[in-house]
């Protein structure tokens, strides 16, 4: 009777614990030389993407105004606009109506560093 409750209580944890893992911790698709995910990921939570973004790994699943960002790395396009490719990509994080003047996303004022290490930790979303 013990162990079976036992069992019933871990194996949720154990699923819950393996969706993190297979959103967050892939190796990244692409490499963006001297950018780190990590600190990517800590300017994503700085600058509040999550107010319009679900973006795994970080939180506040519920924000719709722009499109989730799970499995990043395997977008065609940036924006519909340009491809996914990190030039593009950090183009787009520095200031996105600068490559569609009609974009809803406004610039953030994210600096070339920040948009590196962002488009790192975005990478690593498969
Ligand atoms: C005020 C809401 C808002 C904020 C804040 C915002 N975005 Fe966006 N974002 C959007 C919208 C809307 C789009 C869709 C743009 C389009 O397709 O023209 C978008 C698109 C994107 C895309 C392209 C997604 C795709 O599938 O093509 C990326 C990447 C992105 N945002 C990252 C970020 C990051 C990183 C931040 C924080 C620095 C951020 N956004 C902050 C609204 C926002």
Redesign the pocket.
């Known amino acids: 009777m013990k162990t079976s409750r036992l069992s019933a209580m871990v194996a949720p944890v154990c699923l819950l614990l393996l969706t993190a893992c297979s959103e967050t911790s892939h190796q990244p698709v692409i490499v963006i030389a001297g950018a780190d995910p990590a600190r990517g990921r800590e300017a ?1 939570v700085r ?3 999550v ?3 679900a973006i795994p790994g970080i939180g506040n699943p519920g924000s719709n ?3 989730p ?1 799970r499995q ?1 790395a395997r ?1 065609a ?5 340009v491809p996914n490719m990190p030039t593009d ?1 950090v183009a ?2 520095i200031d ?1 109506p600068a490559i ?1 003047p ?5 610039n ?1 004022g ?1 600096t070339q560093a920040d948009a590196r290490d ?1 488009a790192a930790y ?1 990478y690593t979303l498969q």
């Open positions: 994503i600058y509040g993407c107010a319009c973004h105004v722009g499109p960002l990043f977008r396009y940036v924006g519909g606009v990509l787009w994080l996105p569609d009609r974009t809803a996303m406004p953030m994210v962002i975005l």
